[in-house]
């Protein structure tokens, strides 16, 4: 059967489908997953990172360790 055979016979039986069918089918063809993002061959996005990088080596931002970071969370929420 040709691809447009298929279709052409998708097409009818998606027309006569009760709507549990309908939506069943939907469910099934929206669960796709859609092209996930490469950040690592986003230009602008590296060069992002490399700014912030520099940024904090050369002290314009003074950045936080992760034990700083750790612990303002943890005294945010006083666990």
């Given at each position: 059967m040709t691809?447009?055979?298929k279709r052409e016979k998708l097409h009818?039986?998606?027309n006569n489908?009760?709507?549990k069918k309908v939506d069943q089918l939907y469910?099934?063809?929206s669960d796709e997953p859609e092209e996930s993002y490469d950040w690592?061959?986003?230009?602008?996005?590296?060069a992002e990172l490399d700014?912030?990088?520099m940024r904090v080596k050369t002290g314009v931002d003074r950045?936080?360790?992760l034990e700083e970071f750790k612990r303002s969370i943890?005294?945010?929420y006083k666990r």
């Open positions: 691809t447009t055979a009818a039986l998606i489908a009760d709507d469910l099934i063809w690592q061959n986003d230009k602008a996005f590296l700014d912030r990088v950045g936080v360790t943890e005294l945010r």
